[in-house]
């Protein structure tokens, strides 16, 4: 009888979805996932699977969210962590790489930099570009539609950064300039965006702080990296590490065990929160940087095309001469996607002396490692809200401070 009770109170737990949602989907070490359901050393995560809106709530924050709508018809999710008081020190934004959405920001538990900068008394903003899990929306066009795709990371940064940070600094009463952090694609844009309209950059935004700045891929050498590089930065990284460098995540963790950068039970948030959602276009254009090695510049359609769009047969280049917003850039010593040399020719070579606030390398990193090493709090975090906190205080480099 007790038996028969036994195994009818299981049937019921597994019908009302139960064990089957809360199934356990993070182990301390690799070899534990296979046996994940009765390793003792495997537990259930409620992060692997939550939305933006959950990750905040499982912590004790709340994510505002906000609409806005591109001048080419995108309508763009942008979140703010819902201040706790009406005083704020400063305004953040931060804007996510490729192939993940704003959850990436939040998906380090009370550790992710968003929850760091909220509690520090920051207004903390966070942009999603057109295409990803929280913007896939269009006032015509439908996600499914192949038109809809018909992007770059050109139209993420002429369409989408404006109007995010309009949005952000509308609803702050236009009171205080923005402080932007961007990594990967999020700086690629910024660079771009602060190029083409640098009226519109010096209007919004205080300073931008880079993570893995991409501008110029000249030294990417590999022949499957140039090919897979920019299919998406998770799988640059892993295809990276794989054949490159032969103590980091997350293929060779799997290979050759514990990795001090990388730990097993990040495995299923990295993954499950990074395929948020990135062009086609933008990939191939990616490419295209590496491929013409030294030119920073748009879209490259063919001779003929070019010439009707452009009026010239190459893609004109994106002049970062023209940036007139102060810049700080932190780079990884073992990113090959942002290679530590391009990172430095872009700092020195390109960039107008009077914007340049500083140039840090975070030395064992890679490109990933931003958001998933185990000691990104003491490395990248802490030296990002130092920053942050400096040029509001005023004492980081003087033309980068709050005035
Ligand atoms: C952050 O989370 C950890 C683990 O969940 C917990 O032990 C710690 O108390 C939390 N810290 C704060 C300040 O809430
Ligand atoms: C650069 O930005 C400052 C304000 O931050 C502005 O006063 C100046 O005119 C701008 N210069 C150019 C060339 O746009
Ligand atoms: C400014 O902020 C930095 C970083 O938090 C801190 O170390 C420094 O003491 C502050 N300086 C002033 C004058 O408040």
Not at 192 to 199: D, E, F, K, R, V
Request: glycine share 4%; proline share 5%; charged share 20%.
């Amino acid at each position: 009888m007790l038996k028969f009770l036994g195994f009818f109170v299981v049937i019921l737990l597994e019908c009302s979805g139960f064990s089957i949602n809360q199934r356990n989907n993070v182990c301390k070490k690799l070899e534990y996932y296979y046996i994940r359901d009765i390793s003792p050393d495997c537990w259930y995560d409620p992060d692997v699977t939550a939305t933006a809106y959950e990750l905040a709530k499982n912590h004790g924050y709340k994510l505002d969210n906000y609409e806005t709508v591109t001048e080419d018809g995108y309508i763009l999710t942008v979140f703010r962590v819902s201040p706790k008081t009406k005083h704020c020190k400063g305004i953040v934004y931060l804007q996510h790489p490729a192939a993940s959405s704003a959850s990436i920001w939040l998906d380090l538990g009370n550790q992710s930099l968003a929850f760091l900068l909220a509690d520090r008394g920051y207004d903390v903003w966070l942009g999603n570009f057109r295409g990803t899990t929280y913007s896939r929306k269009h006032t015509k066009l439908k996600p499914r539609e192949r038109k809809y795709w018909d992007f770059s990371f050109h139209e993420m940064a002429m369409y989408d950064l404006p109007a995010m940070l309009h949005l952000v600094s509308k609803k702050t009463d236009f009171r205080d300039k923005i402080i932007y952090v961007g990594h990967s694609v999020g700086t690629t844009t910024a660079f771009i965006y602060a190029s083409l309209l640098p009226a519109n950059a010096s209007a919004y935004v205080k300073t931008f702080i880079f993570w893995s700045p991409v501008t110029f891929p000249r030294h990417v050498k590999s022949i499957p990296l140039i090919i897979m590089a920019p299919f998406a930065d998770f799988i640059l990284v892993t295809i990276n590490v794989y054949l490159l460098n032969s103590h980091q995540f997350p293929i060779n963790t799997l290979i050759a065990g514990p990795d001090p950068h990388f730990s097993p039970a990040r495995l299923p948030i990295t993954i499950y929160q990074n395929f948020a959602g990135f062009s086609l276009k933008s990939t191939v254009h990616y490419l295209q940087l590496m491929r013409d090695k030294g030119r920073f510049q748009r879209f490259n359609y063919g001779k003929v095309k070019n010439k009707k769009l452009y009026g010239s047969v190459k893609p004109p280049f994106y002049p970062l001469k023209n940036i007139n917003v102060s810049m700080t850039l932190m780079y990884g010593g073992n990113d090959y996607c942002a290679v530590k040399k391009d990172v430095l020719y872009t700092y020195n070579n390109r960039l107008p002396k009077s914007v340049r606030c500083g140039i840090f390398e975070i030395a064992p990193y890679n490109h990933f490692d931003f958001h998933y090493a185990t000691d990104v709090k003491d490395l990248v975090y802490q030296k990002t809200i130092d920053i942050i906190d400096r040029v509001i205080n005023g004492t980081y480099v003087e033309m980068c401070v709050a005035d």
